[in-house]
């Protein structure tokens, strides 16, 4: 397992393997890894030859007020972890190398991307596409994988790609959760004690939503006030946003029909975390 930092570095590499006729599987992400991250490399090293991992904290897709300057980071740590989950290359640039002087060209997609997340943080998916963008280019893969914990991202990955032609099949991965059901996150190292045991609120919250449209509810804005409710029990908790939409478009539905994402925003504390679940109406 090697750790390069230079784009030159990567194309080399991967020209190499190309070359060889091996396929390339890409897993981005912001680094200080953990077992969600790992399950989407171990997904790719079951189904490429080859799997490049970037660990880039990306500043385009931080908002002026977000945590990009204490977003936490551990390169030690994610190298042992990659190289143990069978991965063969981390791509680890820093800003200067991804962003030139000059740099002005944003990609971005629009509906997709003008709700939940989108709605909140204005800047976050032009960020997110167009570092994808470069990435996609600079490593030329077959696969990408994405983890379904970030819901609206796997949407707006999709999309694009499809708007813009990537020949490159991109892979949903289910959400890795810690045994208690609060969701894997890299921002979970924010959290003190007491903020920890609060942030279950999230998963017992949708739990309850879920079970609810299991019983038969059809209706989003009961299944939204039942969640938002029970958030609410939680005194450390601060709703940011609870809504109901179609996981192709990411539109709102009055009604639960077809495949709908049920997701979630919430502060606890000062750390903003998000959940989700899917359900496809069978009815
Ligand atoms: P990040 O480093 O947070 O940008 O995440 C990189 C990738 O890992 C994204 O595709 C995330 O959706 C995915 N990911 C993060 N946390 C989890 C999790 N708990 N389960 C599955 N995938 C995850």
Known sequence: ????????????????WKKEG???????????????HESLIVKSVSQND??????FVNPIQFGPNEDLASYPRDIE???????????DLIFNPEPEEMYGKHFTTLVNTTEVSENLCGAKRPVHFGGVCTVLTKLFNIVNPERAYFGQKDAQQLAVVKRFVKDLNF??????CP??????GLAKSSRNTYLNKEERKAALIL?????????AILKGERNSSKVIEIITNNLNTEKLAKVDYVSIVDNENIQYVDKIEGEILCAI???IGKTRLIDNFIYKCED
């Open 50 to 55: 080859k799997t490049v991992v970037s660990v």
């Open 1 to 16: 397992m090697r750790l390069v930092k230079t784009i030159k570095e990567v194309r080399e590499i991967v020209n190499g």
């Open 77 to 87: 740590h994610d190298k042992e972890l990659v190289k143990n989950a069978g991965a």
């Open 175 to 180: 959400i890795i959760r810690e045994a208690d």
């Open 22 to 36: 091996l396929s390339v599987g890409l897993v981005p992400t912001m680094g200080y890894l953990h077992e969600g």
């Open 203 to 211: 998963s017992k919250s949708l739990k309850l939503g879920k079970e």
């Open 167 to 172: 020949d490159i099949e991109i892979v949903g």
């Open 265 to 267: 925003a919430v502060y």
